[in-house]
């Protein structure tokens, strides 16, 4: 299999790293190597249809800070459209203002007959269904288990494992810098600032927390499960969204006098489409402390399931990216290609 | 409301329908019925019925037609479902408010009791209040969620609902 790596930073590194990692895996499941063809950046672009060293990529983003030679401004979509490939592993930034410019690369792709396989939120919590008519209609898989909660394999495990089952109900926490910020609150009767300057330090929140402190990250996943789990046809202007900002230590304190903490859920139901904190009872699955991610499913058949990972991470997501690309050399390898 | 109630029968019929007929008038739910043939006592059947009813007052109704129509009751035993009701608020909430809100909440159908206990003072411009309480049917935890839904848009506060809410 022929991959090309779209965006090469922190999922991007990762995905190439554990592609290097799992040849002989390939050989020996598929009796096929997969191979870097191309890789490019916001600036810098690199291709070999002998294939690339993954190591290398990697040494050379961290020397120089780009792929390789400075790529010519436009001609991105082009080169998807036109070079010989199979998979395009798609992990640019999410954008959730206009998708771009993942849109226009998962889009290309999939019209030219290429698999993809995406971490990026921002394209599927916005244009979900026009993303995998396009996939149905070019008779290619789109794929996105790494899109939500990282390692947490609750996509495929919904698609896939629980086919046969009516799935009611879905509720889970989908941000873990969230989830540390509140739970600090909680264990050290923190003020939100001084949680939030704490997960900062930690690298755990951004610079800038507005998108995961205001639920927007959290939205875009539950947007996505409801997309791809129940059928559903909404972005994430749908879902009905509260944030962590303005939770004080009397409140987080007031829950735990009720052996209550506070978690931001998502919530996805016959009546429910919601971010929102909520008080969880102390020693309930999703009352879950750090920075993991957690989903409870409630389906016919099984009853509850709960799965539980590390929401992100560099190995985390190339892990969930790795869980994908298997899966389309398992179908390509069922149908004989 | 569920109750469960012995009832003596006389031996003759029509008894049983007689009985059980103010449950379903009264808009009451039969759930079971268990005839107790070998449980005689002065010409009498022993029979235990299972039932939900809306409220005590239905449950009274019901009473005076078993009154009425001679009908025993050995024993009978009255549960009330309840379903929690859990709420955080926070923001800027004057006291008013909170006496405001506690009136609303306790004049709601279906609302068995209720606790307000909050964090700071009156002065404060954050203030965290914990709705806690009882109610005696489902359909009230959902009058519950839309009046402080609304109101927390209305009065811009944070609203922290229990997880089964």
Redesign the interface.
């Known amino acids: 299999m022929k991959v090309v790596i779209a965006g090469f930073g922190t999922v991007g590194q990762g995905i190439a790293e554990v592609i290097g990692m799992r040849q002989e895996l390939f050989s020996k499941s598929f009796r096929q190597k997969v191979r870097i063809v191309g890789a490019f950046d916001s600036s810098t672009f690199v291709k070999d249809a002998k294939g690339l060293d993954p190591g290398e990529l990697v040494a050379r983003k961290a020397a120089t800070g780009g792929v390789g030679a400075k790529s010519q401004e436009g001609k991105i979509r082009e080169f998807i459209e036109e070079y010989d490939f199979d998979t395009l592993i798609e992990t640019t930034p999410t954008n959730i203002l206009d998708a771009e410019p993942g849109y226009t690369y998962i889009m290309a792709a999939l019209n030219a007959g290429k698999n993809v396989v995406t971490s990026n939120k921002g394209p599927l919590a916005l244009k979900f269904r026009e993303l995998s008519r396009a996939a149905e209609r070019n008779k290619v898989q789109l794929r996105y288990e790494a899109s939500v909660g990282g390692a947490m394999p609750v996509i495929n495990l919904s698609r896939e494992l629980l086919r046969g089952e009516h799935i009611y109900s879905l509720?889970g926490i989908l941000n873990g810098t969230c989830n540390f910020i509140l739970n600090r609150m909680k264990d050290e009767g923190l003020p939100f600032d001084q949680a939030l300057r704490e997960a900062q330090e930690m690298g755990i929140a951004e610079r800038d927390p507005s998108y995961d402190i205001d639920g927007v990250d959290s939205a875009c996943k539950l947007a996505i499960l409801a997309n791809a789990i129940f059928n559903m046809d909404v972005t994430y202007h749908d879902i009905l969204r509260?944030g962590i900002r303005?939770?004080?230590e009397?409140?987080i304190?007031?829950?735990a006098?009720?052996k209550?903490v506070?978690r931001l859920?998502g919530e996805i139901n016959d009546k429910r489409l919601e971010v929102?904190?909520?008080?969880?009872?102390m020693g309930?699955p999703?009352a879950i402390g750090g920075t993991l991610n957690i989903v409870q499913l409630i389906t016919d058949l099984a009853g509850e399931i709960t799965v539980v990972g590390r929401g992100a991470g560099r190995r985390e997501t190339a892990s969930a990216l790795l869980s994908d690309l298997l899966a389309i050399l398992s179908d390509d390898h069922a149908k004989g290609r | 409301m569920k109750v469960n109630v012995n009832l003596r029968l006389k031996d003759i019929p029509g008894q049983l329908v007689g009985a059980l007929e103010p449950i379903s008038a009264n808009d009451g739910n039969i759930r079971g019925v268990v005839h107790h043939h070998d449980d005689r006592l002065g010409g009498r059947i022993a029979v235990n019925v299972t039932f939900e009813v809306r409220n005590e007052q239905a449950l009274d109704r019901i009473m005076e037609v078993w009154k009425k129509r001679e009908v025993d009751i050995a024993k009978i035993d009255a549960f009330f479902d309840t379903y929690p009701i859990q709420y955080l608020i926070v923001g800027n909430i004057p006291t008013k408010e909170l006496e405001s809100l506690t009136k609303a909440l306790e004049s709601m159908e279906n609302v068995a009791s209720i606790e307000v206990r909050y964090t700071g003072s009156a002065n404060s411009s954050s203030r965290a209040a914990l709705v806690t309480g009882k109610a005696s049917r489902k359909e009230a935890i959902t009058s519950l969620d839309e009046f402080f839904k609304k109101r927390a848009e209305k009065r811009d506060y944070i609203l922290i609902r229990g997880l089964d809410q």
């Open positions: 509720r509260t303005s939770i004080t009397d409140a304190a007031l829950a006098e009720q209550k506070v859920i929102s904190p909520r008080m969880v009872p309930h999703l």
